[in-house]
């Protein structure tokens, strides 16, 4: 048994503002990345290949709030974070904070995977990927005009939104359970619109926005990132399904439906654990994904 699963962030857009070209545009872009993920799995890939692989092709879709596409920092800037562990290992990367990564998943598993540390962060990031020859762009390949818009209307103190749920249509994430039943997760996110003093989220902490463990599920989340540190909530899930013997289904639910709603959390999750079961649950109003069993047809939902 076999299985990935992607997100591209919790809140979604209401559905009265949601016109048909523009749900069929991500859907198409979460097929895109979910079978760019499923194919590494079906061909005997590992799962870190699967969800590397899927979590690029989203940061390059502009639609979505990770790499090209991410929102804007208070100062008009794209600060980018991102997350990857190895289930097997436990081993992690993370990375915050970067302006100039053209896909920071990729330097987050390069951190993972080369040098000694779990979490890099701002010039000592692009010092650490320039060493490791990652690819670099011009700040303003993230640039959308949609996502400066979205900072205009904060900073021009429109009442009708806020700095989450505009940004919410975006953070990315997958999960996956390859054929040697070897776990992994990755996240990665442009973060909050108009977020200021070099904010970091849930996204690129281990065990709060992360987390793989063989011995239980991987997890990757999205939504109020504040939230989602308090409550540790990846290793929550993880923690659950280990020591307390719940199913996948009953962690997730329990965390995302009780727990999230108790410290007034919204957002969500997919986990998969060892025996290739897929949960992906959410409190707000939708939550981008999609996800692929062996044997199984892609299943692509943004509402419930």
Request: a negative charge; one cysteine or more.
């Amino acid at each position: 048994m076999y299985g990935l699963a992607i997100h591209g962030g919790a809140g979604t857009l209401p559905r009265a503002e949601m016109s048909v070209d523009k749900e069929r545009a991500y859907r198409a872009g979460l097929s895109e990345a979910l079978e760019c993920g499923y194919a590494v799995l079906a061909n005997g890939g590992s799962s870190l290949d699967a969800v590397s692989g899927a979590v690029v092709a989203l940061e390059n879709n502009p639609l979505f709030n990770a790499g090209r596409g991410a929102v804007f920092s208070r100062e008009g800037r794209n600060e980018l974070d991102a997350a990857i562990m190895d289930g097997t290992t436990l081993a992690a990367g993370a990375v915050c904070a970067v302006t100039r990564i053209k896909n920071p998943i990729l330097l987050a598993r390069t951190i993972m995977e080369r040098s000694i540390h779990v979490m890099l962060c701002g010039e000592g990031a692009e010092e650490f990927a320039r060493s490791q020859g990652i690819e670099f762009v011009a700040p303003d390949y993230f640039y959308t005009e949609e996502r400066w818009r979205q900072l205009e209307r904060i900073r021009s103190g429109d009442a009708s939104v806020s700095a989450l749920t505009i940004s919410h249509t975006g953070t990315v994430g997958a999960v996956a359970l390859d054929q040697r039943g070897h776990l992994a997760a990755a996240t990665s996110t442009g973060g909050m619109t108009a977020k200021q003093f070099g904010r970091i989220g849930d996204s690129a902490i281990i065990g709060a926005g992360t987390y793989a463990d063989n011995r239980s599920c991987a997890v990757s989340a999205t939504g109020h990132g504040e939230i989602f540190i308090r409550a540790a909530v990846a290793h929550d899930i993880c923690a659950r399904i280990r020591f307390a013997h719940h199913t996948i289904r009953q962690a997730v639910q329990e965390v995302v439906q009780r727990e999230l709603p108790a410290l007034h959390g919204d957002g969500g999750v997919i986990a998969i654990d060892a025996n290739g079961e897929i949960c992906m649950e959410f409190n707000s109003e939708g939550m981008f994904r999609a996800s692929r069993s062996a044997g199984a047809e892609a299943q692509v939902a943004i509402y419930r």
